[in-house]
Nanobody, 113 residues
Framework: QAQLVESGGGLVQAGGSLTLSCAAS????????MAWYRQSPGKQRELVAQ???????TYADSVKGRFTISRDNGKNTVYLQMNSLKPEDTAVYYC???????WGEGTQVTVSS
């Protein structure tokens, strides 16, 4: 059964950094574009960053220059390095395999001012 498990969330002060990881089980990882979404209370889920199976990346304007998405196909893992965090980055962050529409349960990121 396909599964995505996020980790690395937590509480950090503004200006700090966190690295999220998403470990995938199953044989789908290498052929999928992988993405990170986030959702804050009262807001719609929004795309944060995406990386194709070939390694091409796209970012939301709000995180460009601060966040970096990467993947390790040998470890079936996608990462989100988040630097210069702002209180408005506070959200639950979700990992998804876009081709198969698999989603993880999410990990909470809280940035204090």
């Amino acid at each position: 059964q396909a599964q995505l498990v996020e980790s690395g969330g937590g509480l950090v002060q503004a200006g700090g950094s966190l690295t999220l990881s998403c470990a995938a089980s199953g044989r789908f990882f290498s052929i999928n574009a992988m993405a990170w979404y986030r959702q804050s209370p009262g807001k719609q889920r929004e795309l944060v960053a995406q990386i194709t199976s070939g390694g091409s990346t796209t970012y939301a304007d709000s995180v460009k220059g601060r966040f970096t998405i990467s993947r390790d196909n040998g470890k079936n893992t996608v990462y989100l390095q988040m630097n210069s965090l702002k209180p408005e980055d506070t959200a639950v962050y979700y990992c998804t395999a876009t081709l198969h529409n698999y989603w993880g349960e999410g990990t909470q990121v809280t940035v204090s001012s």
